[in-house]
């Protein structure tokens, strides 16, 4: 089976990564997506390990259209009997770029009729109840190429289950640990964020240190798709239980907010993972004197504080992180000028995205 995992812009080569170490085949990276083949029991692992894929799509059909008739013609030529049981509740997502059919409203009609119409012929039936499960096929346009799939995830893999609360101007949980992979951080290493809003990024990060599959403790729309064997999902979740390190990490996480460092225990409690919390300006930041990374996701002056606030910050950054010089550090941020600010420049930059808002992790590896 060909597989899509879908991710934010700049992450591809995390998600390419993890598909290589679950044995996937045929791993094609592109811009937000990450092509890949494997087998039903692969599907189940992906589910449960990909850190930084918002979600994997099963492949039903890919072809070129220009126009409704051919995007219906080729959906309905598509073998959904495969797929689809006489009574699925089908519901159908779109979207288009850069292609002659733009009106998604309409692409996402059209596919939805071709389907049922190829469901009533393989089932020799003029009426299709869908009182069954929900299937979410998935219409994807780009310059007139068209991929239809199927929504193996429900909700986004994004959603481990342990962030029940936020603070403002929370950072996902995918690129949380999509930065702590870009710092190369190791369990040999000792990882700190010095502002770290309810914890996603220490987290993240001791998650990857006692090897805890993400998707561990959650379900997925693809447990309902009855051409998939049952016996996937409890040995792939059996493995990954037992995979589970006890070997020690440092890992710390601080912040000037007290109700941020409250959430941030109870987050770390609901994954089963040991960080240090400290209620703490990050002014006074003391970093042992052992090698590290420290990731870092300041205000960008977009809600939390004023531009000049941010600035005086970033500032003051410089001069903490240039103390802790056995430390690399790795911060994320959408202000336009920060290199300028910050007083240096990078050793890397990577482009990412941050709730729609473009910015970029400005690494320093000293």
């Known amino acids: 089976m060909r597989y899509i995992a879908t991710c934010k812009m700049g992450l591809e080569s995390t998600v390419a990564m993890q598909l290589k170490q679950l044995n996937a085949s045929e791993v094609m990276a592109y811009d937000a997506r990450v092509y890949f083949e494997g087998d039903a029991s692969l599907l189940a692992r992906a589910l449960l ?56 409203s309409d692409c996402q009609s059209i596919v939805k009729k071709a389907i049922v119409e190829n469901l009533k012929a393989a089932y ?38 342990y962030r029940t609360y936020n603070v403002a101007a929370p950072l996902s949980e995918t690129l949380g640990a999509g930065i702590v992979m870009l710092s190369q951080f190791h369990k040999t290493r000792t990882l700190c964020d010095p502002m770290c809003g309810s914890g996603t990024m220490p987290i993240e990060a001791a998650m990857i240190a006692k090897r805890i599959a993400p998707g561990l403790n959650r379900s997925f729309a693809a447990e309902d798709l009855h051409f998939l064997p049952r016996g996937i999902w409890e040995s792939a979740r059996a ?17 000037i907010d007290e109700r941020s460092i409250a959430l941030c225990k109870i987050h770390a409690k609901k994954v089963a993972i040991m960080a240090k919390w400290a209620l703490r300006d990050v002014k006074d930041l003391a970093l042992p004197r052992s090698s590290g990374v420290i990731v870092c996701n300041p205000p960008y002056g ?39 600010v910050y007083g240096k420049r990078a050793d890397k930059r990577r482009k990412l995205s941050n709730g729609g808002m473009p910015c970029t992790l400005y690494q320093y590896f000293r």
Request: glycine content about 6%; charged content about 30%.
């Open 49 to 104: 390990w990909l850190r930084t894929a918002e979600r994997v799509l099963l492949i039903v059909g890919e072809f070129a259209a220009t126009d409704f008739d051919a995007l219906f013609e080729n959906t309905k030529a598509l073998q959904w009997k495969e797929y689809l049981l006489r009574n699925s509740n089908i519901h159908v997502n779109g979207k288009s770029a850069k292609s002659k059919l733009f009106s998604v």
């Open 239 to 255: 493995d990954a239980r037992d995979s589970v390190s006890s070997e020690p990490y440092e890992i710390e996480g601080s912040d």
């Open 124 to 161: 020799q039936t003029t009426i299709l109840p869908e009182t069954g499960k929900e299937i979410i096929i998935e219409v994807g346009i780009l310059k007139d190429n068209v991929t239809l799939a199927i929504d193996c995830c429900g909700a986004g893999l994004s959603r481990r289950g």
């Open 302 to 340: 977009e809600r939390l504080l004023s531009a000049q606030e941010v600035d005086n910050l970033y500032r003051t950054l410089r001069t903490i992180f240039d103390r802790a010089d056995t430390y690399q550090a790795n911060i994320l941020s959408a202000h336009r000028n920060f290199e300028k």
